[in-house]
């Protein structure tokens, strides 16, 4: 059965009014929250800002986020690298390479420790590759093999490559470490054909995203944007997915994040049902 987490800070207010941040002053909050709503399932959150400060960072910081999931009864199933996206290992030279590598590395020990055992890293927005970066990409994500099979963690590359392209981009990754992270709103918002994504790579897709964007525009609420969520789902479990989500919805603007998130939840377990 396919579990749906929450992406963390989704259920508390936004952190420099930003949509998607590390609630570092909230994280326990949230999950207490979670935990009364029935939330069973995180998506956690790295920011390059304070990255230090986020438990997942230190031998104590994880042993501490471990006690407070089971105390809520919250598993982690996936993390979102956005440190990656705040600072491209491959732009800044050779030391920014080696400085964002360790960082990462650190990130997949503590994921190992916690068992979250897929890490979302996201080739798109401020990290989007050129053609010309696409092999120190390549580079950087063969460097974490080793650190990768003994934490036992999986890399989950989220881009905005047109599909063949992704499809050539992960080939060259081996496929028991890394995979695709299917993001239903960028899709949309990129005007591809969920049809034609899933055809060239469906079977390297090991996570996936739900929300809902316009083309070429912002993140909207579930069924008000571009994305055929129907259409999708329906192509989703007719390729057999055994995977997870992750609901990186849309903020409600008057601040209900808590219903606006049970909203969402009802929703996808809906068209995860419907023949």
Not at 20 to 45: G, V
């Amino acid at each position: 059965m396919n579990k749906i987490a929450f992406i963390q800070g989704r259920l508390v207010d936004l952190v420099n009014h930003k949509i998607q941040a590390f609630p570092r002053d909230n994280w326990e909050i949230e999950m207490n929250i979670a935990s009364k709503n029935n939330f069973k399932y995180i998506e956690l959150t790295i920011d390059l800002n304070n990255i230090w400060e986020n438990p997942i960072t230190s031998s104590l910081g994880q042993d501490y986020l471990m006690e407070k999931l089971r105390d809520n009864s919250i598993k982690p199933l996936a993390c979102t690298a956005d440190f990656i996206m705040h600072n491209p290992p491959w732009n800044g030279g050779s030391n920014n390479y080696n400085k964002m590598q360790n960082v990462t590395k650190e990130i997949i020990k503590g994921l190992g420790n916690i068992n979250c055992g897929i890490l979302v890293i996201p080739f798109v927005d401020a990290s989007s590759l050129r053609d010309i970066e696409n092999k120190k990409a390549i580079d950087f994500l063969l460097s974490l093999t080793e650190i990768l099979e003994t934490k036992k963690v999986r890399v989950a590359i989220e881009s905005d490559f047109q599909p063949n392209l992704l499809k050539e981009f992960i080939n060259n990754l081996p496929k028991n470490l890394f995979g695709i992270n299917y993001d239903i709103g960028n899709s949309a918002s990129l005007g591809f054909d969920h049809n034609k994504e899933f055809e060239a790579y469906f079977n390297r897709i090991i996570h996936i995203h739900i929300k809902d964007r316009m083309l070429n525009g912002e993140t909207v609420p579930l069924g008000e944007g571009n994305a055929d969520l129907v259409g999708c789902f329906k192509n989703i479990k007719a390729y057999g997915y055994d995977g997870n989500f992750s609901l990186q919805t849309a903020r409600d603007p008057s601040g209900n994040h808590v219903e606006a998130m049970l909203r969402y939840m009802e929703i996808t377990n809906t068209l995860l049902k419907d023949e």
